[in-house]
């Protein structure tokens, strides 16, 4: 693999591990407020062509 796309892997796992610990943050601040965090399905990926992401799950 090239040097390029390995800084590019790593860059993209980085900013993944951030953004999942704000999430678990949010979450955290929304249930010590008596709210219950929840997403029953992701944003809009912008997969363009009409293409839709199949997901079933939820973060909780």
Not at 36 to 58: C, F, I, K, R, T
């Amino acid at each position: 693999m090239p040097a390029d796309e390995v800084t590019a892997a790593i860059t993209a796992r980085s900013v993944l591990m951030e953004e999942t610990v704000h999430m678990a943050v949010a979450a955290d601040m929304v249930a010590a407020l008596g709210g219950s965090p929840g997403a029953s399905q992701p944003p809009g990926w912008g997969l363009g062509g009409g293409a839709e992401v199949a997901y079933g799950g939820s973060v909780a």
